[in-house]
């Protein structure tokens, strides 16, 4: 669907949905890869470009600007994109005066050279630019090349208000921090995104009330490492020592903000992504299990259960601390859920390091699990100092029986809704059947049940009765109290 029109159907009557798109005459056709921030920021995009003479189309084929918001995570991502350069590249021959530009990851890692080895590219514009996209419009039209890939030390683009591009009207994210200061050896992020920013929580608190407005009923906060917000007045997160003492004293952490949305809108559902273990406190796992509106559920990357590869890859948590951090969060919220992200086959992993990894699985029997076999990013400090010496075989091997293992534990945990009722925010159509709705529990997962007369963006008590490890069936029982 395009979002050419400029109107929106407001319970009974079309109103304006924003007077800028009237005046536009062109129109961006906006794709993008990797992980929610990027997704988060290609609605930045589309808002800046709205006041820009842009409206969005889904259709390449009738766009004047064709844009890809590129992932560098893992090689894989990078020749997904590439391969969709040939594609537009094929739709430029149809229209010679459509322009490509290039954003996010890939923007910011290879720079200039993405001019010279993909010859279609017109723009490369890295993630802290797009406020730059007008001036590097007008260089493209006047043939100048355009890059801007300067990563900044206080954009949060706070101050803008982002377009919800292919939204459902039920779920948004809210961006909170960018960056990564972690250096995890094997990533590329903190190279890509820059150093950690937080941003002004009243603006966050704004877009939450916005959002409640226009009828959202689920938000994510998001951020690199969400958990590391910190508001001191702006400025990178590595200053906060040389803020000065009034700033420092009424500085504002994660879990203070985490209350502040949760009490803004107590009939919003609010998760978060990503928290890192060393910088979860107790507070924040607190704060969840005293608000019903905020999710239970943490995704919690570890990598790996071996403390030795721990170390190689700069984690800052131990095995035995990450395990401590688990035990606290299900003695706090015992019906907590908690899902990973594992690298198998990283740089020398013994087969004990890798045992290490399915034991530290069985002990904490997540319910979800994000797993990768281990790529080697360039000009990571992984890349240079060590070599990628698990064979290909291994890798893919230790690979399928983490999954597998995984499979099996979110089966158990499923199994553990069976004869409950749970909360489920409608959220669309069952993939599977048009007679069900889809929609998740507190706890992420995914629950279908009989359409009867419910609709999107409804609450409802669910009691399930069956499930596969991936997907709860039950039957409602009628409107849950938050509706
Ligand atoms: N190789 C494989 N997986 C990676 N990730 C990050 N960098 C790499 C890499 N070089 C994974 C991590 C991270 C997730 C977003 O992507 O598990 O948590
Ligand atoms: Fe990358 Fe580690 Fe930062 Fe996550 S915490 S973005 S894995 S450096």
């Known amino acids: 669907m395009s979002d050419k029109n400029p109107y929106k159907f407001n319970g009974d009557t079309l109103v304006i949905d924003d007077e800028s798109k009237l005046s536009n005459t062109k129109s961006v056709y906006l794709e993008s890869y990797g992980c929610a921030m990027n997704f988060s920021d290609s609605e930045i995009v589309a808002s800046i470009l709205s006041k820009n003479g842009y409206n969005t189309t889904e259709n390449m084929y009738e766009a004047d600007l064709i844009l890809v918001n590129t992932c560098s995570i893992r090689e894989k991502a990078e020749l997904t994109v590439r391969k969709r350069l040939e594609k537009f590249n094929r739709v430029k021959r149809t229209n010679s005066k459509v322009k490509v530009g290039v954003l996010g990851c890939m ?126 007045g702006g400025g990178l997160k590595k200053d906060f020592s040389k803020a000065s003492e009034i700033q420092q004293a009424s500085s504002i952490n994660f879990s203070k903000l985490l209350e502040m949305c949760a009490l803004s809108q107590p009939k919003i559902r609010i998760r978060f992504s990503t928290s890192n273990p060393q910088d979860m406190s107790l507070d924040v796992i607190r704060v969840m299990a005293k608000y019903e509106n905020i999710c239970n559920y943490i995704h919690l990357p570890v990598q790996s259960g071996s403390d030795d590869v721990l170390k190689a890859m700069n984690r800052q948590h131990t095995r035995k601390e990450y395990l401590n951090l688990v035990k606290n969060i299900y003695e706090i919220i015992p019906d907590c859920s908690i899902s990973h992200d594992m690298i198998a086959g990283f740089p020398n992993e013994t087969e004990q390091d890798h045992n290490d990894t399915l034991s530290l699985m069985e002990q904490v029997k997540y319910s979800f699990g994000y797993m990768f076999k281990y790529s080697e990013r360039p000009g990571t400090p992984a890349a240079k100092k060590l070599s990628d010496n698990i064979e290909e075989k291994i890798k893919s091997r ?45 706890q992420n997962t995914t629950v279908v049940f009989p359409k009867e007369n419910y609709k999107v963006g409804e609450f409802v008590n669910v009691k399930i009765n069956a499930c596969t490890s991936a997907t709860l069936v039950g039957i409602a029982t009628g409107f849950s109290k938050n509706n």
Not at 144 to 172: F, W
Not at 185 to 201: A, H, I, K, L, N
């Open 107 to 232: 923007a910011e890692r290879l720079k200039h050279k993405f001019l010279e080895e993909e010859k279609i590219v017109d723009m490369v514009v890295g993630p802290d630019a797009y406020k730059d996209l007008p001036n590097l419009l007008d260089d493209v039209q006047d043939g100048k090349a355009a890059v801007n890939v300067i990563l900044s030390k206080d954009e949060t683009y706070g101050d803008i208000s982002p377009t919800r591009i292919n939204s459902n009207g039920v779920n948004a994210f809210i961006s909170i921090t960018r960056g990564c200061d972690n250096m995890c050896t094997f990533c590329v992020v903190p190279f890509t995104r820059g150093r950690e920013r937080s941003r002004d929580p009243q603006s966050i608190i704004n877009e939450l009330n916005d959002l409640h407005e226009q009828g959202f009923k689920e938000i994510t906060l998001l951020g690199q490492n969400v958990d590391s917000y910190l508001w001191f």
């Open 398 to 442: 230790r690979l399928s029986e983490i999954v597998d293992l995984q499979l099996k534990h979110s089966l158990f945990r499923s199994k553990e809704f069976i004869g409950k009722t749970v909360e489920v925010l409608i959220e669309k159509e069952s993939k599977k059947s048009d007679l069900h709705w889809a929609g998740r529990n507190q």
